[in-house]
């Protein structure tokens, strides 16, 4: 039996899993979602976090495509992308749905 290739949903899954890996990043979400239009400030005064390491956690958001804007320290820019926050929201739906609904062998 030939080995599989991973598909492309389950590779987007695994980077949106690791973006959200770290509570840092699901707080600075979590603020960006609680604003009515993009964040202007130093999320550093809000956030329990160094610049430096907000500044890698924005980047590590922006990679995965979950966040847009740009970061001018002292001061961020940043909204939640919604266009791929919903892409993410049906693909980790999906997944969750798709193990929660299998028959476990382990029972």
């Given at each position: 039996?030939?080995?599989?290739?991973?598909?492309?949903?389950?590779?987007?899954?695994?980077?949106i899993a690791?973006?959200?890996?770290?509570?840092?990043?699901v707080?600075?979400?979590?603020?960006?979602a609680s604003?009515?239009?993009c964040y202007h400030g130093?999320?550093?005064?809000?956030?329990?976090?160094?610049?430096?390491t907000?500044?890698?956690?924005?980047?590590?958001?922006?990679?995965?495509?979950?966040?847009q804007g740009?970061?001018?320290?002292?001061s961020?820019?940043?909204?939640?992308?919604k266009?791929?926050?919903?892409?993410?929201?049906?693909l980790?739906?999906?997944?969750?749905?798709e193990?929660?609904?299998?028959?476990?062998?382990?029972?």
């Amino acid at each position: 039996m030939a080995k599989k290739e991973l598909t492309k949903e389950q590779e987007q899954i695994a980077r949106i899993a690791k973006a959200l890996g770290h509570p840092i990043r699901v707080a600075i979400l979590q603020m960006l979602a609680s604003q009515t239009c993009c964040y202007h400030g130093d999320m550093s005064e809000i956030l329990p976090v160094a610049k430096s390491t907000l500044s890698q956690h924005l980047n590590e958001l922006k990679d995965a495509g979950l966040i847009q804007g740009e970061i001018n320290l002292p001061s961020v820019k940043y909204c939640i992308n919604k266009e791929n926050w919903a892409l993410a929201q049906k693909l980790l739906g999906g997944f969750i749905n798709e193990v929660a609904a299998s028959q476990g062998c382990c029972d």
